[in-house]
Every structure is written in structure tokens, then in C-alpha cells.
């Protein structure tokens, strides 16, 4: 079976600093990966997708930055945190095969203060 | 673009009691629906979705969803509700392809009181 894992599960860091949320799947090859931050009150915004290794898109302009070394994992990053980072950031993956669902990692936590 | 609308941010209802929530969305073509579970601190968990056919879905955990083409609605359903369904519903709508373009609303916190 599929499986999603995602650390740390919480951050905490100081403005400026830098940050690196790890994604990982097992049990399929080729998935599509997503990082989505959640705001309180927001919903999901999605951040940056991935088709394959080393293809990034991203859907809205911020201080992160995402990359795909290997096919089933994903990383967010930033090289200076600022005050609205702070989220709860959820990686998820879908197959091209099926019809739009998303499994989702369990979530890290970043507070930046 | 696509967009969800969720409009009761909170809802409250007594153990044993009904449940609707509602979600209302926008998308050119037909669309692709979904509701997802959120409990606190955790990732989302698919309840059910709608893609064609049928449109009253069947999901986990009792829930029960209906596609309404012509009001744009998509609202999810429990007869019964129990303690343990108080969390966070997201309402999300999606196309199919090698990429998944799914766009939710911004949620419906459920509280259950005794």
C-alpha cells in the first residue's frame, strides 16, 4: 500500500533563518506531489506542484522555493523565513492514473517568530 | 477558474442529530467533487468523491454526499451524527489528467455536543 510521510512535524524558527520540510511516498512510482499551506480560515492554498523529477511549478509567488531530486520525494524550502510563513504545510500526492483524489501527508507545523 | 464556497464556517449540532453541510462550487466543464476530513493537527482524509454517474455518492464513516448540477451544489449529508465526526470538512472540486488542479473552500468546523 501507499504512503505518505512528512517531517518535521513541528518548527519552530526564528525570522531570517532557513527551513526544510521533507516529503516522502512509498508504494508508487511517478506520483504527482503537492505542498498546500492551510491559514486559519484560508482552507488550502496550493503552493507548488510536481509532475516529475526536477519539475516545479509554483501556483502563487512567496519567499519558498520546492525541488524534486528523487521521484518520490519533495522538499520546501526557504533560505529566510519570514513572520507569515507560519502555517500548517501539508504534502500530498496523486496518481495521473486516477481521477483527482489526493492523499495527504500529516502535516508540519511552522511557526516563525 | 474553479472556486468552492463553503458558507457556514462553524456549525454546531447535538449528538444523534442530522447533519448537512453545504458546498456550493464554479467550474466550466463537469466537474470533479470531493470532501475531505481534517481532525485537528492532522492531514486531510478523503470522505468521498463524484466524478460521474450516480449523483448521490457514498462515503466512509456513514456520510452521504449529492451532486445538484443545476443549483452548482454539492452538499455532504449524515443522518445520525456521533461524537467522534467533530473535525474539519473541506468541500474541493478538481479535473482529472496527469495533473490534479484541486481547488477547496476554505472549511466547515463541526462541533457535537452531548
Known amino acids: 500500500s501507499q504512503t505518505i510521510h512528512q517531517w518535521p512535524a513541528t518548527l519552530v524558527q526564528p525570522v531570517g533563518s532557513p527551513l526544510s520540510l521533507e516529503c516522502t511516498v512509498e508504494?508508487?512510482?511517478?506520483?504527482?506531489l503537492y505542498w498546500y499551506r492551510q491559514a486559519a480560515g484560508r482552507g488550502l492554498q496550493l503552493l507548488f506542484y510536481?509532475?516529475?523529477?526536477?519539475?516545479i511549478s509554483s501556483e502563487v509567488p512567496q519567499n519558498l522555493s520546492a525541488s524534486r531530486p528523487q521521484d518520490r520525494q519533495f522538499i520546501l524550502s526557504s533560505k529566510k523565513l519570514l513572520l507569515s510563513d507560519s502555517g500548517f504545510y501539508l504534502c500530498?500526492?496523486?496518481?495521473?492514473?486516477?481521477?483527482?483524489?489526493?492523499?495527504f501527508g500529516e502535516g508540519s507545523r511552522l511557526t516563525v517568530l | 477558474a474553479q472556486s468552492v464556497t463553503q458558507p457556514d464556517i462553524h456549525i454546531t449540532v447535538s449528538e444523534g442529530a442530522s447533519l448537512e453541510l453545504r458546498c456550493n462550487y464554479s467550474?466550466?466543464?463537469?466537474?470533479?467533487l470531493f470532501w475531505y476530513v481534517q481532525s485537528p493537527g492532522q492531514g486531510l482524509q478523503l470522505l468521498l468523491k463524484y466524478f460521474s454517474g450516480d449523483t448521490l455518492v457514498q462515503g466512509i464513516k456513514g456520510f452521504e454526499a449529492e451532486f445538484k448540477r443545476s443549483q452548482s451544489s454539492f452538499n455532504l449529508r449524515k443522518p445520525s451524527v456521533h461524537w467522534s465526526d467533530a473535525a474539519e470538512y473541506f468541500c474541493a472540486v478538481g479535473n482529472s489528467g496527469g495533473y490534479q488542479k484541486v481547488t477547496f473552500g476554505i472549511g466547515t468546523k463541526l462541533q457535537v455536543i452531548p
Open positions: 508504494g508508487t512510482s511517478n506520483p504527482n
Open positions: 510536481s509532475v516529475g523529477i526536477g519539475q
Open positions: 467550474y466550466g466543464a463537469t466537474p470533479y
Open positions: 500530498a500526492w496523486s496518481s495521473g492514473r486516477t481521477t483527482g483524489e489526493l492523499f
